[in-house]
């Protein structure tokens, strides 16, 4: 069968002021032994069918690159791989240097995804982010066969202008991957303190959008094709561990609020607290049984998100659900969606609110009618 695993690291080394992912700040003594062990005790008692090798291993955070070198090897070591498997880990700029990527490698690393977020120093100041320049200079020269970035857009008073120098900056690295992210405003983070007190102005709707479709014109010239809603390639470079999430490939959530499915479609939620993850008699907080009609909707969400779009004939073949005709149709007309055949995938006017349209077509799922 095939399966990947993912690894939630929860160190960083401040936390970022919009960020409302499970982290905790890194400190000397932090539980990096107890983490592993933890994952190890995860990893005896996984869910039955995760035999075999995985295809791909994804260590993401937090901050992987926090983590001592033996500690990443010692996980990474538990995890069966095929030969070829792709294994990621995201980094931070600040922690990188020529040792610690060749530490990474040595320990079954051969993918980074680098937080590069902007280049501008006025956006990673308010973002609280080091100058990403020297990690990408180290990235490239490491003999990685493949790597990725990951930019923001949509920053507080970020101008088309700002956006087109980070740009710059960025193409001329030659990233063979990059994941790029509209601003969200998180509840609860300082940056939605600051928005609620008008101390922060993310772009509005309309320029949101602009920057968007700006971003594919510009990565699309660079030879970085869009092959998802927030993810672009050259050939060859899709990342395979998102890929599966996006064809329901199972996957082996494990570390603090790590999520998982199994391969009888069965689901689970990690503890998000790290003490509680690491301490409670269970580290799953929530199990979910199969669930058919989540699994139709979470096909149509990712499918939907992805260039190849989705065949409604085989999906309702598969869920006995289609999303509502006429829905689909006034989509088409509007440019929204594109229809070709059985398969419908977002059309050029919908790729900059795939949310909204895969939200509507989600809710107007129907059932098939019989006889
Ligand atoms: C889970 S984070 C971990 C990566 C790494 N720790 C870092 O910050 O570079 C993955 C990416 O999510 C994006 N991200 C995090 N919070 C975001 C937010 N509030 N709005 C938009 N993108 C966000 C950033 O681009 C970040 O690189
Ligand atoms: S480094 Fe990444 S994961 Fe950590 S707080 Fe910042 S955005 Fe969140």
Redesign the pocket.
């Known amino acids: 069968m095939i399966w990947g695993a993912y690894v939630h690291v929860p160190w960083?080394r401040v936390i970022?002021p919009?960020?409302?992912?499970a982290?905790v700040p890194d400190h000397p003594g932090a539980a990096y032994d107890a983490w592993a062990d933890r994952i190890a005790w995860e990893w005896e008692r996984r869910p039955p069918g995760f035999d075999g090798l995985a295809e791909t291993v994804y260590v993401?955070?937090?901050?992987?690159s926090r983590l001592p070198n033996a500690v990443l090897r010692r996980v990474l070591d538990l995890l069966p791989r095929q030969p070829g498997a792709e294994v990621t880990a995201?980094?931070?700029?600040e922690d990188l240097s020529a040792a610690s990527l060749a530490g990474l490698q040595a320990a079954g690393v051969n993918r980074v995804?680098?937080?590069?977020?902007s280049f501008d120093r006025r956006h990673l100041r308010r973002l609280g982010?080091p100058s990403p320049i020297a990690a990408l200079s180290l990235i490239q020269r490491a003999g990685l066969t493949t790597w990725s970035a990951?930019?923001?857009f949509?920053l507080s008073d970020q101008s088309m202008a700002d956006l087109d120098l980070d740009l710059d900056h960025l193409l001329a690295a030659e990233p063979p991957h990059l994941?790029?992210?509209?601003?969200?405003?998180?509840p609860g983070?300082p940056?939605a303190r600051a928005a609620a007190r008008g101390r922060l102005r993310p772009a509005d709707d309309d320029l949101w959008r602009e920057m968007y479709d700006h971003l594919v014109v510009r990565l699309a010239a660079a030879g970085l094709a869009r092959y998802e809603v927030s993810n672009f390639a050259r050939p060859g470079h899709e990342s395979r561990h998102n890929r599966g999430y996006w064809q329901d490939i199972p996957y082996l959530g494990l570390g603090p609020s790590a999520h998982g499915l199994a391969p009888d479609g069965s689901r689970w939620v990690n503890h998000r607290d790290l003490d509680t993850w690491l301490t409670a008699p269970d580290a799953i907080a929530v199990r979910e049984p199969p669930d058919p009609d989540r699994e139709a909707r979470d096909r149509l969400i990712s499918g939907l998100r992805g260039r190849e779009g989705i065949d409604f004939d085989a999906f309702a073949q598969r869920y006995a659900m289609r999303p509502a005709s006429a829905e689909v149709r006034r989509m088409e007309a509007a440019g929204y969606l594109e229809v070709v055949g059985p398969v419908v995938r977002l059309g050029p006017a919908g790729w900059p609110l795939a949310d909204a349209i895969v939200a509507r077509l989600v809710s107007g799922l129907e059932p098939l009618r019989t006889g």
């Not at 919009?18 to 992912?21: G, T």
């Not at 993401?60 to 992987?64: E, I, L, Q, S, V």
């Not at 995201?90 to 700029?93: L, Q």
């Not at 994941?179 to 998180?186: H, K, Q, W």
Request: net charge negative.
């Open positions: 960083c970022c919009y960020c409302a992912f982290v993401g955070g937090g901050t992987p995201e980094v931070n700029p995804s680098l937080g590069v977020q982010r990951d930019l923001m949509g994941s790029v992210y509209g601003l969200t405003v998180e983070t940056f």
